[in-house]
């Protein structure tokens, strides 16, 4: 079974400052690892996704994700914030193979201060 | 572009209806999950299915159900709704791909609240 922790439900941020959203995750197999956003009343778009091979992943809207599997970790991060990046971000791990069931952190809402 | 499309943004029913929320994606996916969003809780899956007529509970499964007749749509069900239904249920498909584990693409959610 996998799990994922998404440390600090609120993240506020100045606008221009670093984002670092944390996300630790356990799983028994090789994971593939995701962060995706929610923007108030739309679904989830995905930002990137890590699945083998470089372990710095590149992702839309200058956001960028570090795998590190000794320390279990896939912290999102992105250097400059912009008031649209107020939103609400989930990281996701899955196990190689199966039905593809993916299991989702309970979300970080970042605020972006003028 | 890929679309998951829900078919009410919002809902509100009463407590003891049948509800149905349906799902209906363009991508020719094998794949469709329901899941509903509660604060502090994130995502929670209630049921997906790989297959046509298959379908497989997920974490919180008691007091729904699920028909997948076309591969295209899939349809939750709230045999009788409860006020502790009340919550954001968003649908979302993925391709089947033996090999690696892809992406989820999702609709904008139905907002049900049951009184």
């Known amino acids: 079974a996998q799990s994922v922790t998404q440390l600090g439900s609120h993240v506020s941020v100045s606008e221009g400052a670093l984002v670092l959203l944390r996300c630790n995750y356990s799983s028994s197999v090789p994971p593939y690892l995701f962060w995706y956003v929610q923007y108030p009343n739309q679904g989830l778009q995905l930002l990137l996704k890590y699945t083998t091979g470089a372990t710095l992943v590149k992702g839309i809207n200058g956001f960028e994700a570090e795998f590190k599997k000794s320390e279990t970790s896939f912290h999102l991060t992105k250097p400059s914030a912009h008031m649209s990046d107020a939103a609400e971000y989930f990281c996701?791990?899955?196990?190689?193979?199966?039905?593809?069931?993916?299991?989702f952190g309970t979300g970080t809402k970042l605020q972006v201060i003028p | 572009d890929v679309k998951v499309t829900q078919s009410s943004r919002y809902l509100v029913k009463r407590t003891g209806e049948k509800v149905f929320l349906e799902c209906v994606q363009d991508m020719d996916h094998e794949n469709m999950f329901w899941y509903r969003q509660d604060p502090g809780l994130g995502l929670r899956l209630i049921y997906f299915?790989?297959?046509?007529?298959?379908?497989e509970k997920g974490d919180i499964p008691e007091g729904y159900s699920v028909s997948r007749e076309k591969k295209e749509r899939f349809s939750l069900i709230l045999e009788s709704a409860s006020t502790n239904q009340t919550s954001m249920y968003l649908c979302a498909s993925s391709p089947l791909d033996r090999g690696r584990v892809q992406p989820q693409h999702f609709g904008d959610g139905t907002r049900l609240s049951i009184l």
């Open positions: 996701a791990v899955s196990g190689t193979g199966g039905y593809q069931k993916v299991t």
């Open positions: 299915s790989y297959d046509v007529k298959m379908k």
